[in-house]
């Protein structure tokens, strides 16, 4: 075994440009050898508070390598409270190089796992099975936070020479399943699995979906697109199984929802680095929708940064409800407010942005389809289902047990329902009209670009009723519906257990 040692990475590194701040550090290189010949490598060196996003170990890879294998440690020391420890995510690239767009990317695991191998038959998950082609591969190490201390690290770099297996050919699911024509579907986009940082496996998410009563779901891995060639035997006539990923950067998370198979988006910028947009455009290219998630969640890196110019829907709920889902709600409120206030609301895109829930399920006891995104969409394939959310026809419910019907109807037949606008006169009178079934002693909520202007009692132990309430446009630009639980009941008091997407009043 041979050592290296990086430690005062200064004397060493190499500042790279045109991406999130970057080291590069002195390259790890490797002899020629006889097949099934293992050779190992072992870096270390110190990280100090500050350190750039991204820091790059170098590996020269010679000809005749089989496989590439990758274990890591660093030291956790004792932090004043309130003080961030250390976290040190990794992944690869290969001989492609590191340039921002990802084509040399190979996987990336965040801080999930301490090690892993990419051949060309196999690799671990979050990683992408293909040749291991000689050239200078890269180690990129991802200090999320760094200690007072400094992160001090050791890098173990294996090479297994020999013969290179076939490269298997991936897998995908169908766009489309077997649908009800133009119906309301279930769905939830967020979700993890082994290929990043969750514990279910494809088989579990897939049987907890449908159990769930979910007619589509989303895969969204943090930073890889590795579970994209796997999805194609746990699809089905019953569930439509949409590819994404779930771009975790450093100024907040946007799930990539729909993408074309096999689609990589690249994270490794902020919103100083003036990039999102061209990756927000590349996702819409690959068929896809650009959807920010939790945007007001506490953990570090988690709160969105980037603006909403660029977002077709944004995550208002994620997971089990929590007051940062609270103020996230509020925000997108107040963005409705601002979009009839400057004369938008219509029903082209980019006039509004529609919300959406998911569950962002990584675990058990996480619930999948908790909250969940209903859909009216022409059918269940994957074009469909986009355009039913980016058109906000859709409301986000607590679970399959849930279900409402929104209309608004004016005196001569005028009708809309959700997402949609009822053209009418300022002084019209609208009737607005919620259907519930599913939601036991739940509260009835009417919210308009002026507030909260009506609220019912508690609906009956059957949890299924009628809720009317009479308005006019001049009175409410638009009205949306709140279904809230008792005080004494669900995770938060007030919590919700539904929610709709606007009906928009007036001529517009």
């Not at 293909?130 to 400094?150: D, H, M, S």
């Not at 909403?308 to 929590?322: I, P, Q």
């Not at 997108?332 to 399920?361: F, K, Q």
């Not at 999948?368 to 859909?375: N, Y």
Request: net charge negative; glycine share 12%.
């Amino acid at each position: 075994m041979c050592e290296d040692d990086h430690a005062g990475i200064g004397r060493r590194a190499v500042f790279v440009t045109g991406a999130a701040a970057a080291l590069t550090l002195g390259t790890v290189s490797f002899a020629s050898a006889a097949p099934r010949e293992r050779r190992t490598r072992t870096v270390r060196g110190t990280l100090p508070t500050g350190s750039p996003d991204f820091v790059y170990v170098p590996v020269e890879i010679p000809s005749g390598v089989r496989e590439l294998h990758v274990a890591y440690t660093y030291d956790r020391p004792a932090v004043p409270a309130g003080t961030a420890g250390n976290a040190l995510d990794i992944g690869l690239f290969d001989e492609r190089g590191t340039a921002l767009g990802g084509r040399g990317f190979r996987g990336w695991s965040g801080g999930a796992r301490t090690e892993f191998f990419v051949r060309a038959d196999d690799a671990t998950p979050g990683y992408l099975p293909g040749p291991v082609r000689p050239g200078t591969w890269n180690i990129a190490l991802g200090p999320y936070t760094v200690a007072p201390q400094g992160l001090s690290y050791e890098i173990t770099i294996t090479l297994t020479y020999g013969e290179q297996g076939e490269t298997p050919r991936p897998v995908y699911p169908p766009e489309r399943a077997k649908g009800r024509g133009r119906a309301w579907y279930r769905g939830d986009c967020h979700l993890h699995s082994v290929y990043s940082d969750g514990r279910y496996t494809l088989a579990e998410i897939a049987e907890l979906a449908r159990a769930a009563g979910l007619d589509f779901i989303n895969s969204s891995e943090h930073n890889t697109h590795s579970a994209h060639a796997h999805w194609g035997p746990e699809a089905g006539d019953d569930l439509l199984i949409m590819l994404g990923e779930e771009v975790t950067t450093r100024n907040g998370h946007v799930v990539a929802l729909g993408t074309d198979p096999g689609t990589f988006v690249d994270w490794r910028y902020r919103a100083r680095d003036n990039r999102f947009g061209r990756f927000a455009r590349q996702i819409r290219r690959a068929g896809g929708l650009v959807v920010p998630a939790h945007p007001h969640a506490t953990c570090i890196g988690c709160n969105w940064k980037f603006g909403f110019g660029e977002a077709d829907a944004v995550e208002v709920w994620n997971g089990a409800y929590t007051p940062d889902d609270e103020v996230a709600l509020a925000d997108w409120d107040g963005m409705l407010v601002a979009a009839v206030r400057e004369g938008r609301g219509g029903r082209h895109r980019g006039d509004w942005i529609p919300a959406m829930g998911s569950s962002d399920s990584h675990r058990s006891p996480d619930v999948i389809g908790r909250p969940q995104t209903v859909v009216l969409a022409d059918d269940l394939t994957r074009e469909a289902i986009q355009e039913g959310i980016r058109a906000g026809r859709s409301y986000v419910a607590e679970s399959a047990k849930l279900s409402l019907a929104f209309t608004a109807s004016g005196g001569r037949g005028e009708h809309a329902g959700i997402g949609e606008r009822l053209r009418v006169d300022d002084d019209t009178p609208v009737t607005v009209r919620l259907e519930v079934t599913g939601a036991p002693r739940c509260t009835v909520r009417f919210v308009t670009d002026q507030g909260v202007l009506f609220t019912g009692g508690p609906l009956p132990v059957s949890g299924a009723d009628v809720v009317e309430w009479r308005t006019t446009a001049s009175y409410a630009a638009y009205v949306r519906a709140e279904l809230r639980h008792e005080a004494a009941a669900g995770p938060l008091p007030g919590a919700l257990a539904a929610f709709t997407n606007p009906i928009f009043l007036g001529r517009g």
